[in-house]
């Protein structure tokens, strides 16, 4: 730019600063827009993180020559406006999309977050996304599912052994009744045979011998020889 006037300079200056500041820039066609309408949109970005202004379009390809912001400049036909992201660029997408269907004269031609260059198609999707604050509530929803029904499974174990070891002991047909010890008695020593009644005792023998020796046809009235006569 041959003699930039300061005003210029200082507007080059004021979009390359905002651009490196911005976690994300939207750039829009306001063409028909009306300044009440304009004024809406502004508080609406506000509300949603983001920051609404117009520029020249060959100020902003000034500001973003050389720069990773570059690729914004093939958005810069017609009348632009930048919405400078400093919260969550779904909610400003949102915030777009749902004033485009109020007012269709509003147009959104694109942008860029970090290095990544959006599409309008891109932002539309990213406006249909939920916000972040759903979205982390889904994911500790779907952490702490798991983790409660871990929690029931180990509350449910003891119940359920319980459960188990009762079945088992009606299937095998109850508890056992509790029964007194019983002290094992000793064994009986073993039986000494008894003697046969045909033996005699041992004192009795020489009777019997005695007598066997006796005349068996001797008279019981025979005199004594040795006696005297009458």
């Known amino acids: 730019m041959e003699d930039p006037r300061p005003e210029k300079v200082a507007v080059v200056d004021e979009v390359r600063s905002r651009l490196a ?40 390809r000034l500001a973003v020559a050389g720069s990773r912001h570059e690729p914004l400049s093939t958005l810069l036909q017609g009348p632009t ?66 983790l409660q029904q871990l929690a029931g499974l180990f509350q449910a174990l003891p119940r359920n052994l319980a459960y188990g070891l009762s079945a088992l002991i ?28 045909a033996e005699a005792p041992a004192e009795e023998a020489p009777q019997a011998e005695a007598a066997a020796e006796a005349p068996a046809d001797a008279p019981a009235d025979a005199p004594d020889p040795e006696a005297p006569e009458a």
């Open 21 to 60: 500041d911005a976690e994300a820039a939207i750039l829009t066609e306001y063409r028909g827009l009306t300044v009440a309408e304009m004024a809406q949109l502004r508080t609406a970005l506000t509300a949603a993180g983001g920051d609404y202004k117009v520029y020249k379009n060959t100020l902003v």
């Open 81 to 146: 406006a930048i919405a400078f992201v400093s919260g969550e660029i779904t909610a400003v997408a949102k915030a777009l999309r749902d004033f485009a269907r109020a007012n269709p004269s509003l147009v959104v031609k694109g942008g860029q977050h970090g290095e990544g260059v959006l599409s309008a198609a891109d932002l539309t999707a990213l406006a249909d996304l939920p916000s972040r604050e759903v979205l982390l509530a889904r994911v500790a929803g779907a952490i702490a599912a798991p």
């Open 170 to 197: 009606d299937q095998q047909g109850g508890a056992p009744a509790e029964t007194e010890a019983v002290p094992e008695e000793p064994a009986p020593a073993a039986e000494t045979p008894a003697p046969a009644e």
